[in-house]
């Protein structure tokens, strides 16, 4: 871990955030021409989200992805195994479907932007549809695409 | 790094493998756990996690300071404005522009270009591939837009409520249009653009757009107009904590 690293992230968070940025100022400046109060908790905020952002994608750098990108070559290497075992192939993968889908239905669960939707989807809703549910639904959707993907990368089915 | 953390967690994983416990039910599900070789480079995914745990905290206080009062207050003047179209231009580009962006796209495009490239899908010049990314995000990019401005619409013209049968939606759809035709001449007078009459719009217009729990409040953006009354927001659990996260309201 380097500050190198570090600046990396920064700028690679700066370019992600410039668009939603620029058309939130552009709309702000242009099209409704009115000044932003609180611009001081504004700017404080701004900034804590590109750090935060940076921070959290150097962890994710540093963690996350090395220890998923290995257990998941454990699990193909061992798909692999038994598929030479003589089961059938694409069968033999199961634990790569169970492993995508578990991955896919977790990191859904814990986003943070769905997390911040789903309270905002409470409130506008007085309530009719909680949190928790929306979020539960949305993962286990990503989970069976992600299972589904695996399925087909695996078995070669052409789009 | 082989630092003393990490020859701790070799000891304690090679104490494990001596011992002869039954298997937990786990290891039947992914065989791969049963060899429990030590994690390379354990110090470093340790501080990861910190860094992802501090960078969270940091990240979701800092959304809740600025993009979120700052988008709900510039989506709230674009809806008292009434002009349909610029607040579906604004979702378009909303949509458009985080998509454009995003970098898990780009990891995807990029590895999705390689492999056109070497199956011959494209000219073979890095130029047919740069083309190809280009297109590739350009389309991806629209599409979300489209999504989201087509969602708004939705919303806008009453679409968005209740449960979504087949002949239910039909009958919602004819509604939403005959109500959006009838308040669309107050749309597009230049006069009446400003302000249009309440009782042209859906009545959910309103009740999507309407901030529960700032009625009447003074925000950073003025005044929220009072609309209808959340019933439920009085006995609210998560009021308080979300008070305690977002100071500007």
Redesign the interface.
């Known amino acids: ?1 380097t500050f190198g690293q570090l600046e990396h992230a920064l700028i ?1 968070t700066l ?6 940025l ?3 100022v ?3 400046a242009l ?2 021409r ?1 000044q ?3 611009m001081r ?24 992805i ?2 998923g990108s ?2 998941a070559e ?2 193909a290497e ?1 798909g692999a195994g038994a598929g030479a075992a003589g089961v059938s192939y694409w069968l033999s993968y199961g ?1 790569v479907y ?2 995508a889908a578990a991955i896919g239905f977790a990191a859904t669960l814990v986003e ?2 769905l ?2 939707v789903a ?2 989807v ?3 809703t ?2 009719g549809v909680r949190p928790v549910t929306l979020r539960v639904v949305v993962a286990a959707g990503v989970a069976c695409g992600l299972a589904l993907g695996a399925v087909r990368v695996v078995a070669g089915v052409r789009l | 790094v082989t630092g003393p953390a990490c020859r701790f967690a070799d000891a304690v994983l090679a104490r494990k493998r001596v011992q002869s416990r039954p298997r937990p039910a786990r290891h039947r ?4 756990l049963r ?1 429990q070789e030590p ?1 390379p ?1 354990l110090e ?28 709900e207050g ?1 989506a709230h ?2 809806a008292e ?1 009434g002009s349909v179209l ?1 607040l579906l231009a ?1 979702a378009f ?2 949509g ?3 998509t ?4 898990a796209l780009g990891a995807v495009i990029a590895t999705a270009a390689e492999i056109a490239a070497a199956e011959a899908l494209v000219a073979p010049d890095p130029n047919g591939a740069r083309t190809f990314a280009a297109a590739l995000r350009l389309g991806i990019s629209g599409g979300v837009g489209l999504g989201v401005a087509i969602g708004t619409l939705r919303i806008v013209l009453g679409l968005a409520r209740g449960a979504a049968g087949p002949g239910r939606l039909w009958r919602r759809a004819a509604a939403g249009a005959r109500r959006a035709c009838r308040g669309s001449a107050a749309w597009l007078s230049t006069r009446e653009r400003r302000r249009p009459p309440p009782s042209t719009f859906p009545s959910s217009w309103r009740s ?1 757009l309407a ?3 700032s009625y009447g409040a003074a925000t ?2 003025g005044r929220f107009r009072p609309g209808r009354p ?4 009085a006995d ?1 659990r ?1 009021a308080a904590r ?1 008070r305690a996260l977002l ?2 309201r």
């Not at chain 2, 470093?44 to 988008?71: D, N, Y």
């Open positions: 871990m690679g370019t992600d955030l410039a668009p939603v620029s058309v939130v552009f709309f702000q099209v409704l009115r932003l109060p609180h908790a504004l700017l404080i905020g701004i900034v804590c989200v590109v750090v935060g952002l940076a921070i959290f994608r150097l962890g994710l750098n540093l963690s996350v090395p220890v290995a257990m454990r699990l061992l634990p169970a492993f943070p932007t997390i911040m309270d905002r409470r409130d506008l007085c309530g | 599900v992914f065989p791969a060899r994690l480079d470093q995914k340790i501080v990861g996690f910190a860094f992802v745990l501090i960078g969270l905290t940091v990240f979701v206080r800092g959304l809740a300071m600025s993009l979120f009062p700052m988008g510039l003047s674009l404005r610029l604004f580009a909303l458009f522009g985080s454009f962006a995003e970098p999507a901030p529960p729990r950073p953006w959340c019933e439920r927001d609210d998560g979300r100071p500007l």
